[in-house]
């Protein structure tokens, strides 16, 4: 895949291939991950003749045979009629909004209870009736956790979840814990937000979807705060700008579903954007404490602690982004989970 990247690259350094422009700042071309790859571009005769040549070399050189019948193509945009012709002339099928990449579904309105189905049935089939008859408590309780770190998470982590979607979540989870099967009736001798709060507050510290699937939707808040310099980041900043406080939540899209959400929050008192603060290096011990010096015996202690550091060799660190809800900086998922509940 490295071969197939530096290959496609030259083409477009060569002015071959035409990629998608996004506001003259930033350029997508092509998308690989493992074995898959996805080409993206101008709708144009010569760019899918690069691409069927670009292949046809990469067939020949490496010894991997394309298998063009199990491509697509797909066009925004583009008429039926157009895109049923250059499916014929390439050999390939045509994909259809909305469609499944790399295990999520891409175009679908996930905003809709029945686009969650499939996480509903999974969920479903794993805290299965004959695991309530045949295991503990302790051993439903531990399935239960575990089915919480692997059904839903891929999901969650990019799309927010439906009031309607979370409720029925909650609902399997609750009725497996305490055995209930169907619609049968049975007394619970504790509150289920009782369950699912932390352990230090009586709890049994399993966490809510929704803290979940809030606290996974502001990691990718935290990635474009902090500057990964990664291209979907690239992309954000390309169409909404720099600054997410100034990000525009219409139209609709995952990014503004996202920045909406934690507007929300915000408005709920729960600031999540206000733990992520910029720790300075280059301007002096002054500057990195998180309140002035008062003067006194706190003037007298910073002049004693300048003359001490004064001899210490600092490393040229650049100044950097920490999340301020934990001792060690580093943004966990956790803390937003049992923030948020």
């Not at 997508?28 to 010569?46: C, N, Q």
């Not at 292949?55 to 945009?77: A, E």
């Not at 309780?141 to 770190?149: A, E, M, N, R």
């Not at 002096?284 to 003359?307: K, Y």
Request: proline fraction near 2%; include cysteine; aromatic fraction near 10%.
């Amino acid at each position: 895949m490295e071969s197939l990247h530096l290959s496609f690259a030259r083409t477009i350094e060569a002015g071959l291939f035409k990629g998608l422009n996004i506001n003259n700042s930033v350029n997508v071309s092509h998308l690989f991950y493992a074995d898959d790859a996805v080409f993206v571009g101008e709708w144009s005769d010569s760019n899918l003749s690069c691409i069927m040549n670009v292949l046809h070399c990469f067939s020949l050189t490496s010894g991997l045979k394309i298998n063009i019948q199990k491509s697509h193509l797909l066009g925004v945009g583009v008429s039926h009629s157009t895109m049923v012709a250059a499916s014929d002339s390439l050999g390939c099928s045509i994909m259809k909004l909305p469609f499944i990449y790399l295990g999520v579904p891409v175009g679908g309105n996930m905003a809709s209870i029945k686009a969650w189905d499939v996480i509903i049935g999974k969920l479903k089939s794993r805290l299965s009736k004959w695991k309530i008859n045949t295991l503990s408590i302790g051993g439903r309780f531990t399935l239960l956790k575990s089915v919480l770190g692997a059904s839903p998470i891929y999901w969650m982590s990019i799309y927010k979840v439906p009031k309607a979607v979370l409720a029925s979540m909650e609902s399997l989870r609750r009725k497996f814990f305490f055995g209930i099967l169907d619609k049968e009736k049975k007394i619970s001798w504790i509150k289920w937000s009782k369950i699912l709060s932390a352990k230090k507050h009586g709890g049994l510290g399993v966490s809510s979807y929704f803290g979940l699937n809030r606290a996974l939707l502001f990691k990718w808040v935290w990635r474009f705060i902090s500057q990964d310099g990664s291209l979907w980041a690239r992309v954000i900043s390309a169409i909404h700008g720099s600054n997410i406080q100034e990000h525009r939540l219409y139209p609709s899209s995952v990014w503004n579903s996202i920045s909406r959400e934690v507007r929300v929050l915000k408005n709920l008192g729960v600031d999540l954007i206000s733990y992520c603060v910029m720790r300075m290096f280059s301007e002096g011990l002054s500057n990195s404490l998180r309140r002035p010096v008062r003067g006194g015996v706190e003037s007298h202690q910073l002049s004693l602690l300048n003359e001490m550091v004064s001899s210490i060799s600092l490393s040229n660190s650049e100044d950097r982004w920490v999340w301020n809800l934990n001792g060690s900086g580093l943004f966990r998922v956790c803390d937003i989970r049992k923030s948020v509940g």
